[in-house]
């Protein structure tokens, strides 16, 4: 299955009738990339984002040396903290503060249940408005009701008020991880696409957000271009390197015995290194003629993207703060969080210490989740990798921080469908779950899943991970949701397998075995915990053998 159709060398006709360019046949036709078995991961490309704006996606996580600061924010002792919160923002303002004024003086059980379930639309309502002006610099308590769900400091405890006045505000490490103010921010601002929804409709009756999705595409072309010219100018490199260490096995002679000015004539060795010199000569000649290609494509795309820029630019597509796109993502934002919570669960919108019981390291603040991020990929080092051009790229997903009281992570989306080359993917995770290990876990498994059956496509319950996982799903005959299956057994599969403790269907821990791999070490580890383990392995072996 060919993904990436969308991302060859030729001009993408529709970029090709803005510029007003004719598309005419490719006359070289680039080779195919290396065997993908490769172990260096190609460098990922850029976001799809304003070339000033752009993102590098390539390296590891950063450590994590400071997760709480020393002092705490003043805002959350500032006696005008709740009047901040609801200022400015007209009636719905004042009918949030009636119904939360009913809901705290209730004394009859069933009347505060009645007037807590009236505080949720209001709330949402309420918030849409406080949403919008997240583009500016919004006021501190106005900044957390949206970060943290925070009408009013003194609906916590005195220890949780404490805990959050010293979680860190700033993002410190460049991560792709946002609290809701900052998603808000960045999607006003432009610097981040909408999420996809299924009103396609309305994207498409306005211009200037289809020359930004034109223009999306181009970077993403332009991106994929450049990793695949990196990794090519690495190949290049390496042979290189090869050749030189070739040519100096070759020129060690030692001196005859008989006649110390006369060096030996070459060893049986050297003369097989003849015929590796001439190999890695003809790999260097084709990696170089290859490298031509793929600067010539990158050059292309680069041009359409300053092109496609320059018009975006003109038409004021960065000028100001896009509150419709707001307004829509707002949306978006909501049916993230009642998916995280699951109907059974707690939809109640505000932070209280009725509901809140979070341990500290179980808080979804940005260095928790990053530390997570990190533990996660230590054990699934290509959770967070998709295949491009037979490359793998690390494409971290945006982690979106839902202020609510859910215990289950999500995939929004695997990645931008005007981007599949170099896009990031987009995950939901609740701030206050009970374990937050487990809710990331499920985001990821999520992103995992759709990532795959993306990459299958029609074939997605025959081919590749889906495939086989859903072959072994329906021979069980089990019944529901085969996503759910496979999300429940990835937790099952970081937390348990990866210690060495059998919890998986033997047939499923050998699916993930070949198509989500451990890291080398943990394989090591476990071939000598269990035959069931040390079997994985030797088939690992000789699917290496078999492609020599």
């Known amino acids: ?20 360019t004719a598309v005419s046949p490719p006359t070289d036709v680039l080779p195919p990339s290396p065997d993908s078995s490769s172990p260096a991961l190609a460098d990922a490309g850029r976001e799809a984002l304003p070339p000033n704006e752009a993102i590098e996606l390539s390296g590891s996580f950063p450590e994590i040396t400071k997760k709480f600061e020393d002092t705490p924010n003043p805002a959350f002792s500032d006696p005008a903290y709740y009047k901040t919160a609801l200022s400015g923002e007209g009636d719905i303002a004042q009918r949030l503060h009636g119904i939360l004024q009913r809901y705290l ?3 009859d059980p069933a009347d505060r249940g009645v007037f807590r379930q009236q505080i949720i639309p209001v709330y949402w309502d309420f918030l849409l408005g406080v949403a919008k002006k997240a583009a500016g610099e919004p006021p501190d308590p106005k900044k957390f009701l949206l970060r943290f769900g925070i ?3 003194s609906f916590l405890g005195p220890e949780d008020r404490e805990l959050f006045s010293k979680i860190v505000m700033t993002n410190e490490y460049s991560e792709p991880v946002y609290y809701l103010d900052e998603w808000f921010r960045a999607i006003g601002n432009g610097k981040v696409r909408v999420s996809t929804t299924d009103e396609v409709g309305i994207v498409r009756a306005n211009a200037s957000a289809r020359m930004k999705q034109l223009l999306d595409k181009a970077v993403g072309k332009r991106d994929g271009a450049k990793s695949l010219l990196k990794a090519k100018d690495g190949e290049r490199m390496k042979l290189e390197e090869a050749l030189r260490e070739g040519v100096a096995r070759l020129t060690e002679h030692r001196p005859i015995d008989e006649m110390p000015d006369v060096h ?5 060795a050297q003369k097989n290194t003849f015929t590796e010199v001439q190999n890695v000569l003809k790999q260097m000649y084709k ?10 494509e990158y050059d292309q795309a680069a041009e359409d993207v300053q092109v496609l820029t320059e018009k975006v630019e003109a038409e004021g597509g960065s000028a100001g703060a896009d509150t419709q796109a707001v307004d829509t993502e707002f949306g978006t934002i909501r049916q993230m969080s009642k998916m995280t919570i699951g109907r059974q669960g707690n939809h109640f919108p505000l932070l209280t210490k009725e509901y809140f019981h979070c341990m500290p390291q179980d808080l979804a603040t940005r260095e928790n989740i990053i530390t997570r991020l990190k533990w ?7 959770a967070f ?7 793998l790229n690390r494409i971290v997903p945006y982690v979106i921080l839902i202020p609510g009281y859910g215990d289950t992570g999500i995939c929004w989306e695997p990645f931008d469908r005007y981007n599949r080359a170099t896009s990031r993917g987009r995950i939901a995770v609740p701030m206050y779950s009970k374990n937050l290990t487990l809710a990331l876990l499920a985001a990821v498994g999520d992103l995992r899943w759709q990532n795959a059956k993306e990459k299958a496509s ?5 081919d590749g991970l889906t495939g086989n996982y859903y072959q072994w799903f329906a021979a069980k005959k089990f019944k529901g949701d085969v996503k759910e299956f496979f999300i429940n057994d990835y937790i099952l599969w970081m937390t348990k397998e990866s210690e060495g403790t059998q919890k998986l269907d033997k047939e499923v821990r050998g699916v993930f075995w070949r198509y989500m791999p451990f890291t080398q070490d943990i394989k090591e580890k476990l071939k000598g915990r269990s035959l069931a383990y040390l079997e994985l392995y030797q088939r690992d072996l000789n699917r290496a053998k078999s492609r020599m």
């Open 1 to 20: 299955m060919n993904e990436t159709n969308a991302f060859q060398g030729e001009m993408d006709p529709e970029i090709a009738a803005l510029l007003g």
């Open 105 to 107: 003086n209730a004394k």
């Open 151 to 153: 009408l009013h400091p």
């Open 264 to 268: 030996s004539l070459f060893s049986e």
């Open 287 to 296: 990696a170089d003629h290859d490298l031509a290609g793929f600067i010539k």
């Open 376 to 382: 996660v990929e230590s054990i699934d080092p290509q």
């Open 385 to 391: 990798c998709r295949v491009y051009k037979n490359k």
């Open 458 to 462: 029609f074939y997605w319950m025959e």
